[in-house]
């Protein structure tokens, strides 16, 4: 089993400030399949990005997904109210699929 | 729009078998591959399984023993039966839409969720 460790569990940040959340994988999982969800209070996941660094429809672009391996990193670039929530990152790459534990970023 | 909303009791006892539905609306049951994914409350994601249109499924080992994922093309539904629940089960149960292509594999799409509680 891929186990995704994200890092850090909450982030504490004043909105304009920028984000970064790390996702780091047991094994190597292909870029192909890995994914960043966004969850806020009450809400389903929304697919962030895929294949590690394309945004989903909709996403904008302040949101960024780079790495491959064994580590993979989410980017927000300047944080708007809304951007705060929890951040799941995925892989799809292995049976049976797994989801990280999730980074909160939260207002400072 | 597709979209995507679970269905089934809220209150489930001890020791008997969980039941829900999601019903694909605005869109087809075909050529996709469909999932269950569960939340306890306040904690993280855990994937329970996945089905294809054609009916070839793939569970978690963790859960394997007591899940069954099936669907009815009919009624453009997929659903979930899990037996012998515990506590351990009560969660927010999603149901969710994979998007699979020669590159990418991830899920696309989102119910809003049914909690489920286990409790006598």
């Known amino acids: 089993e891929v186990v995704l460790t994200q890092s850090p569990g909450t982030l504490s940040l004043s909105p304009g400030e920028r984000a970064t959340l790390s996702c780091r994988a047991s094994q190597s999982v292909s870029s192909n399949y890995l994914a960043w969800y966004q969850q806020k209070p009450g809400q389903a996941p929304r697919l962030l990005i895929y294949g590690a660094s394309n945004r989903a429809t909709g996403i904008p672009d302040r949101f960024s997904g780079s790495g491959s391996g064994t580590d993979f990193t989410l980017t927000i670039s300047r944080l708007e109210p809304e951007d705060f929530a929890v951040y799941y990152c995925?892989?799809?790459?292995?049976?049976?699929?797994?989801f990280g534990g999730g980074t909160k970023v939260e207002i400072k | 729009q597709v979209q995507l909303q679970e269905s089934g009791p809220g209150l489930v006892k001890p020791s008997e078998t969980l039941s829900l539905t999601c019903t694909v609306s605005?869109?087809?049951?075909?050529?996709?591959?469909w999932s269950w994914i569960r939340q306890p409350p306040g904690k993280g994601l855990e994937w329970i399984g996945y089905i294809y249109y054609s009916g070839s499924t793939n569970y978690n080992p963790s859960l394997k023993s007591r899940v069954t994922i099936s669907l009815d093309m009919s009624k453009n539904q997929f659903s979930l039966k899990l037996t012998s629940v515990t506590a351990a089960d009560t969660a927010i149960y999603y149901c969710?839409?994979?998007?699979?292509?020669?590159?990418?594999?991830?899920?696309?799409?989102w119910g809003r969720g049914i909690l489920v509680t286990v409790s006598s």
């Open positions: 995925h892989q799809f790459g292995s049976s049976p699929l797994t």
């Open positions: 969710a839409r994979v998007w699979s292509s020669s590159f990418y594999w991830y899920f696309d799409l």
């Open positions: 605005d869109g087809s049951i075909s050529s996709y591959y």
